[in-house]
């Protein structure tokens, strides 16, 4: 069960586009369509922005959006707001049936 | 409005046992799966177990297995992680999430955590 792979940083400016790319293999991210993103702030519980690749929860902006190409997968935060910055995880269903997260990648903001 | 709210952490030996519980509130408790992740200090997120609606089918991480115990009581409407045989590596904030719509699990609602500090 090792952690899929992040960035442990990004930077955007307001207004901008980011991609987070979460690296895994093929008995996880290769393996399904079972991946999905969680964003937290700073002393705060995550919160799910995208699952399946590629779906958004009710309430969530369509500035975020997933996608997944072989064992890589990606968040891409469009419009980037000062609000956006916070740590993003990547998780996925893996063949163990077990789930796994990445190691986490801090947002700035510039 | 879906509530989790965690309870039973504190500070314990090593060697020593805590049990946790979630307590939730409204939704349907028995029609969902629920999971507890965790987080250590400065850390990234870990998953550490998963439990089905009724109680049937339960998943852990290997770090946790034959340690940790899941458990629900759905007449209770409340979620128990029963940890034995602690360690240091296992300080964190632990939390309870509800799954979002099925199977597999996503972690769509979470409570606020409760800490735990493996310590002599």
């Known amino acids: 069960q090792s952690a899929l792979t992040q960035p442990a940083s990004v930077s955007g400016s307001p207004g901008q586009s980011i991609t987070i790319p979460c690296t895994g293999t093929?008995?996880?991210?290769?393996?399904?369509?079972?991946v999905s993103w969680y964003q937290q702030h700073p002393g705060e519980a995550p919160k799910l922005m995208i699952y399946?690749?590629?779906s958004r929860p009710s309430g969530i902006s369509n500035r975020f959006s997933g996608s997944k190409s072989g064992n890589t997968a990606s968040l891409t935060i469009s419009g980037l707001r000062t609000e956006d910055e916070a740590d993003y995880y990547c998780?996925?269903?893996?063949?163990?049936?077990?789930?796994?997260f990445g190691g986490g990648t801090k947002l700035t903001v510039l | 409005e879906v509530q989790l709210l965690e309870s039973g952490g504190g500070l314990v030996q090593p060697g020593g046992s805590l049990r946790l519980s979630c307590a939730s509130s409204?939704?349907?408790?028995?029609?969902?799966?629920m999971i507890w992740v965790r987080q250590a200090p400065g850390k990234g997120l870990e998953w550490v177990s998963a439990?089905?609606?009724?109680?049937?089918?339960?998943y852990y991480a290997d770090s946790v297995k034959g340690r940790f115990t899941i458990s629900r009581d759905n007449s209770k409407n409340t979620l128990y992680l029963q940890m034995n045989s602690l360690r240091a590596e296992d300080t964190a904030m632990y939390y309870c999430?509800?799954?979002?719509?099925?199977?597999?699990?996503?972690?769509?609602?979470w409570g606020q955590g409760t800490l735990v500090t493996v310590s002599s």
């Open positions: 399946d690749v590629s």
């Open positions: 998780n996925s269903y893996t063949t163990t049936s077990t789930w796994v």
């Open positions: 999430a509800k799954d979002l719509l099925g199977w597999p699990f996503y972690f769509g609602s």
């Open positions: 093929s008995g996880d991210v290769g393996s399904n369509n079972y």
């Open positions: 439990i089905t609606g009724g109680g049937g089918r339960t």
């Open positions: 409204g939704f349907t408790f028995v029609s969902y799966g």
